[in-house]
């Protein structure tokens, strides 16, 4: 849509605490959580690059293309910077 990156960014984190809300978080293995989240942290920084807007392809392919890819956080400001500069 039209959102800025913030309050998409913001309306997709809405989202997961709502969902994080109902995790099971009784673990047999500590190891088991800490993979748990680390996959979930990864793939919801995929879901954030694929719902951004076309004009976002640059730096998305940017961010894709790193050796490993940062985190949610890092992304987000990146994503956002660059919202900043265009604007």
């Not at 998409?8 to 978080?25: G, M, Q, R, S």
């Not at 047999?28 to 976002?56: A, P, V």
Request: hydrophobic share 30%.
């Amino acid at each position: 849509g039209n959102l800025s990156v913030a309050s998409f960014y913001a309306a997709l984190k809405t989202k997961w605490e709502e969902l994080d809300y109902h995790v099971n978080d009784d673990w047999n293995c500590g190891s088991d959580h800490e993979l748990y989240w680390q996959k979930e942290w990864m793939d919801r920084t995929f879901i954030f690059l694929g719902g951004l807007r076309d004009e976002f392809e640059s730096i998305r392919s940017q961010i894709l293309n790193c050796d490993e890819t940062p985190g949610i956080e890092e992304v987000y400001a990146r994503v956002e910077s660059e919202e900043q500069r265009r604007q």
